[in-house]
């Protein structure tokens, strides 16, 4: 799913102020740094879930039994190998 330039500054604007109004974390640095960190952070988690979305479309893709994209097989297998996919990447 990709996201526009605002909505990640908006969600990235409403962690910060989250993360003060609850005194999660004492901000001892340019609150200027932090958001360009949690937006960094944003923006690699989507590019990861695109990637990943490619690779198990692929996957799916070369069944020999074609699966018809949405019934409850495909969806249960993508969410199978996107899982899997996810854990591969994060070691």
Known sequence: MMFSEDKVSHITHLLLEGIKK?????????EIKILREIKGIINSEIKLD?????????K??????K???????????????????????RR
Do not use: G, T
């Open 22 to 30: 609850d005194k999660l974390a004492r901000l001892l640095v340019d």
């Open 60 to 65: 799916l893709d070369s069944y020999a039994k």
């Open 50 to 58: 695109a990637e990943i979305d490619v690779i198990v479309r692929r």
């Open 67 to 89: 699966i018809i994209e949405s019934s409850s097989e495909w969806n249960v297998l993508y969410q199978k190998f996107f899982k899997e996919e996810l854990k591969n990447k």
